[in-house]
């Protein structure tokens, strides 16, 4: 069967939207930025995300069973069994005894537990060394991280948000409670917006103390507002490299969790 004849003018045309496809399934399965970094002494796992290209989402209970998915690997299968392969996958933030969230948890625009603006008490732990505060992405697909006073104040709907505590960096300043010689270390996760469409993660690789964490993100990172999400427990997941964080012998069930899915 001889092949149709095109002019050059014309292949090029119908080839176009077949090339644009393939480059967008290529940069869609792309993995996230991971590097592994040493910051006076210390090494962590630092995760940048672009929300243009990576569309980052938070996932707490299966809705067709209401159950919690609890860790990362569950969320990987669920992903997998519906066409979706897991990119990216971390703790989202500080949760109570009942293993709910203990502050402001959305998911893709419903409020599933309310901002919690309740101070000192010592059943909160870290949640309650203030300030605390809210990694938010809004509808139009910007983030930010606020102090819960600001969130509140600001009023705006969010799609994706979780709250905790406490405020690592607070307008380019480290949270002023924080003790540079602390012993209190611990393995530990935070968040910042650097700008409203890049996101990074951290998680460290060893134990550190709040004052050390925070300078990694204002002072090697960059950012001018970043949050801690969890301790001890916390673990980052990026596809083809693994786990980093917390030893798997502490990692307890998470509340929720920050997940990239992109179409298998």
């Known amino acids: 069967m001889s092949r149709p004849c095109f002019p050059a003018r014309v292949r090029r045309r119908l080839w176009l939207p077949v090339l644009l496809l ?29 929300l243009k290209h ?14 919690a998915y609890g860790d990362i690997e569950t969320l990987q299968q669920w992903g997998e069994a519906r066409g979706q392969r897991l990119l990216f996958a971390t703790n989202a933030g500080i949760y109570d005894r009942r293993n ?19 101070h000192g008490n010592p059943a909160s732990g ?45 307008d380019g300043q480290l949270n002023p409670r924080f003790v540079d010689d602390s012993g209190s270390l611990k393995w530990r996760s935070g968040v910042c917006a650097k700008t409203p469409t890049e996101v990074v993660f951290a998680v460290s690789e060893v134990p550190v103390n709040f004052h050390g964490f925070a300078r990694l993100f204002r002072d090697k990172l960059g950012c001018r507002d970043a949050l801690y999400l969890d301790g001890s427990i916390s673990q980052v997941f990026v596809n083809g490299e693994g786990y980093a964080g917390a030893p798997a012998f502490l990692v307890k069930p998470y509340a929720g969790i920050f997940a990239v899915f992109v179409p298998q």
């Open 126 to 170: 870290n949640f309650s060394l203030l300030p605390n505060g809210v990694f938010a992405i809004y509808p139009d697909g910007h983030a930010a991280v606020r102090s819960s006073a600001a969130f509140k104040a600001d009023g705006k709907p969010v799609r994706w948000a979780t709250q905790s505590g406490p405020m690592l960096v607070i």
């Open 100 to 118: 709910a969230p203990l502050g402001l948890y959305v998911e893709n625009g419903k409020t599933l537990v309310p901002l919690n603006m309740a």
């Open 54 to 67: 990576e569309p980052l989402s938070l996932h707490w209970r299966d809705p067709a069973s209401d159950e």
């Open 22 to 50: 393939l480059a967008g399934c290529g940069a869609s399965a792309r993995a996230p930025v991971s590097r592994e970094l040493s910051f006076d002494g210390q090494n962590y796992r630092v995760v940048t995300l672009d």
